[in-house]
């Protein structure tokens, strides 16, 4: 038995061998995808990324070739360091930077040595890349942007980085990802399937054909187009009406929530982060502190609403069943709330809702939201009935849009005055500046813009979203369902009449534009900042809200204009030649005032910070 014992250990574990070989080389091929093997070489062909259209067809975003020079650290050989980096016009130090960092992420896996080569530099390498031992070409597909606007809305590609390699296997050093916008939102839509190729090599690392005649290998596949809501002439004219401003538009389609414009200023030109000098531009702007370009300040940017809150004051007072169409409040130029306690309003008189919301009368919706949090029987209560009003209108919180920025605004409740009054001795008229938008309530141009879609629908809205149709697949069904406000739907025609009529006999009566029928409500909105360590107050906002035509509402939107005076001033003129580019295309009839406002603009009183200059105050209420 011991005889035989060593022969059959010695047959059984050949066998073994045998079996584990055949099973390797003949029935498993994920040995031969393994980034460290020596014997086969990877190379990743890298498709189109998806073109982005406007929601007429018009191509925004295509493609351009771009060429990366990759390097694989184990494959370099014979080396001629000074004739390569006089080639590529770089100096030795970027070289040894270039090359210690390739080691570092795999010294058998290319890497990114030169990004973004010129077709003249591109075509200058390729001719002698024989003599460079261990480094390659790939080419890739940068943005060519066909319009000089709508950054914002895009965001940008760049390299990936460590983390994001280390998260995702997909992405490999060198690779391309969406940065911020809809190249984010929309990545994996966007930026296809990388195809890949292997080839054998032999003992001394030269490639000597197709491994296994290419079985393994598969095809990119482009990325798919996707057609935006934007409108692309609408968005350009935004852009220019916001000329030397800071601020925010946004437009809206009520009946579907399509966005139609979301103009944020100041803006830059898409193509400043496209190529080698990405990196350069990207820092240039992101230092300025100051205009903050990057800031998308018509999802981010948080303003006290103003004015334009009036609006669901009066709604939820009709809910609550506090006042009704004929209620009467006298105005003696604004609202006494408490001993010393006073008000301001440009408005005297005896006024109802209808008059109200068209002079803009302080006294009226300060009682109005006085009398809604005081039929409750102590302000707790009351606040948190007339926040949930509030927050059905998509304020004070995210607003579920398919972009990957934004801030949530803030609606007050109770839980929030206990955290100031923890003994209680709060009462209706302590914050009473709710009422008129002041205080501690903020809302972004993109919550306001959705919330005078909702009044222009009489009550319900869809959530707000920049993607129109992705090629081969239906929109996330969340951009389709209906939201209902807990406002009831008769309660609406009161206010869209006075909005009406805020046009025709009210604060935006100079703004009417011929042939269109436009509800709306100017805002002017209390404006502080700190400077040196104490609280200062700015010139105010300048704030607009506006949909059209009145009877079958086609474009809603908010208009921001930082430190504008008033909102008849900026704001209320550039949302009528919104409204009125959107619906008659290139027929605006405003010549002379699109011509001012695309001419002039707020520098010297953005300047004011630091310049010492005054500012100039609202002494008389907010409208």
Not at 61 to 84: C, F, G, H, R, S
């Amino acid at each position: 038995m011991r005889k035989i014992l060593l022969p059959i250990l010695i047959i059984t574990g050949t066998l073994l061998i045998i079996a584990r070989l055949f099973y390797l080389q003949i029935l498993d091929d994920s040995y031969i995808k393994k980034s460290d093997n020596n014997a086969i070489k990877i190379k990743y062909e890298y498709p189109e990324r998806g073109y982005i259209f406007d929601r007429n067809g018009k191509l925004m975003v295509a493609n351009q070739p771009a060429y990366d020079i990759m390097v694989t650290p184990n494959d370099i050989k014979e080396l001629d360091t000074l004739a390569l980096c006089e080639l590529l016009k770089i100096d030795t130090v970027y070289f040894n930077e270039r090359i210690k960092k390739a080691k570092v992420y795999s010294p058998r896996l290319p890497s990114i040595f030169l990004p973004s080569l010129s077709k003249k530099e591109f075509a200058a390498f390729q001719e002698k890349i024989r003599r460079f031992k261990g480094f390659d070409i790939v080419k890739r597909s940068l943005r060519d942007y066909q319009v000089h606007v709508g950054a914002n809305i895009f965001g940008y590609i760049a390299q990936v980085n460590d983390a994001i390699i280390k998260k995702d296997h997909y992405y490999k050093s060198g690779d391309l990802i969406g940065k911020q916008g809809v190249e984010q939102m929309y990545e994996e839509i966007l930026r296809g399937q990388k195809g890949v190729k292997y080839f054998q090599k032999d003992r001394y690392g030269r490639e000597i054909g197709s491994f296994k005649e290419g079985k393994y290998d598969t095809l990119a596949i482009p990325g798919r187009d996707i057609t935006l809501t934007i409108d692309a002439a609408l968005q350009e004219y935004g852009e220019k009406l916001m000329f030397e401003k800071r601020g925010g538009i946004v437009a809206i389609e009520p009946k579907t929530g399509e966005i139609l414009a979301l103009v944020t200023a100041p803006n830059y030109d898409p193509a400043l982060l496209v190529g080698r000098d990405r990196s350069k531009n990207y820092t240039m702007l992101f230092r300025d502190s100051i205009a903050k370009p990057l800031y998308d300040r018509g999802l981010m940017a948080e303003y006290p609403p103003g004015s334009p809150f009036k609006i669901l004051t009066g709604l939820a007072a009709l809910q609550e069943e506090v006042v009704d169409e004929n209620s009467v409040f006298v105005c003696h130029h604004g609202f006494s709330y408490g001993r010393g306690a006073f008000m301001k309003c440009h408005d005297s008189g005896a006024n109802r809702l209808h008059e109200a919301i068209y002079k803009s009368c302080n006294t009226y919706f300060g009682n109005a939201f006085r009398l809604t949090i005081d039929k409750y029987k102590n302000p707790n209560t009351g606040i948190d009935v007339w926040a949930n009003h509030m927050k059905s209108f998509g304020l004070g919180n995210f607003m579920g849009y398919d972009l990957p920025t934004g801030r949530k605004g803030h609606i007050p409740d109770s839980k929030y005055y206990k955290r100031y009054y923890p003994n209680g001795g709060w009462r209706s008229s302590t914050v009473i500046s709710l009422a008129i938008g002041q205080g501690e309530i903020s809302t972004t141009p993109i919550q306001l813009a959705n919330m005078v879609a909702t009044v222009a629908n009489h009550g319900y809205y869809y959530t707000p979203h920049i993607v129109k149709e992705i090629k081969g697949e239906k929109i996330d069904q969340a951009f389709t369902k209906r939201h209902t406000t807990t406002i009831d739907q008769q309660y609406f025609d009161p206010i869209v009449a006075g909005m009406f009529d805020v046009y025709n006999l009210g604060t935006a009566s100079h703004l009417r534009v011929q042939g269109i029928d436009i509800c709306g409500k100017t805002g002017t909105a209390e404006n502080f900042t700190k400077i040196n360590g104490v609280r200062t107050q700015l010139t105010d906002h300048s704030i607009f809200v506006a949909f059209a035509p009145k009877d079958d509402p086609k474009i809603a939107l908010a208009v921001f204009v930082e430190n504008g005076y008033w909102g008849a001033k900026w704001a209320g003129p550039i949302a009528s030649l919104m409204i009125e580019k959107y619906l008659k295309g290139e027929a605006v009839t405003q010549k002379a005032k699109e011509e001012w406002i695309m001419t002039h603009g707020l520098t010297e009183e953005y300047a004011k910070v630091t310049s010492g200059l005054p500012f100039k105050i609202n002494q008389g209420g907010h409208h």
